[in-house]
Nanobody, 125 residues
Framework: QVQLVESGGGLVQAGGSLRLSCAAP????????MGWFRQAPGKERDFVAA????????TYADSVKGRFTISRDNAKNTVYLEMNSLKPEDTAVYYC??????????????????WGQGTQVTVSS
């Protein structure tokens, strides 16, 4: 069982920045593709960004392209989501996801994936 722990959420004004982190304290993430999803109140959980196990491939939802950057440091066993030019509509609980392939991450929940508990991001106007 891979335990994922997100951190870095908080309250920020529109136009501001935050960096989320996702770590696996007791497991190596080197073999996993990783991703970030978000869920706003009353809405479904939506894909945000994904990165391959090596970091060589990334993909983003259209709504965050050019503003968010996903990266990973396999030596630190951590994945990051750098969020710039934040908008009120970015307000959500952000979840970290690990799966065996990029397709697995982008496709959402699957039998082979793991999820963190989420971190709240609130963007005020």
């Amino acid at each position: 069982q891979v335990q994922l722990v997100e951190s870095g959420g908080g309250l920020v004004q529109a136009g501001g920045s935050l960096r989320l982190s996702c770590a696996a304290p007791a497991y190596t993430l080197r073999s996993y593709a990783m991703g970030w999803f978000r869920q706003a109140p009353g809405k479904e959980r939506d894909f945000v960004a994904a990165i391959s196990w090596s970091g060589g491939m990334t993909t983003y939802a259209d709504s965050v392209k050019g503003r968010f950057t996903i990266s990973r440091d396999n030596a630190k066993n951590t994945v990051y989501l750098e969020m710039n030019s934040l908008k009120p509509e970015d307000t959500a609980v952000y979840y970290c996801n690990a799966d065996l392939t990029m397709q697995g991450v982008v496709g959402g929940p699957s039998p082979s994936d793991y999820w963190g508990q989420g971190t709240q991001v609130t963007v005020s106007s």
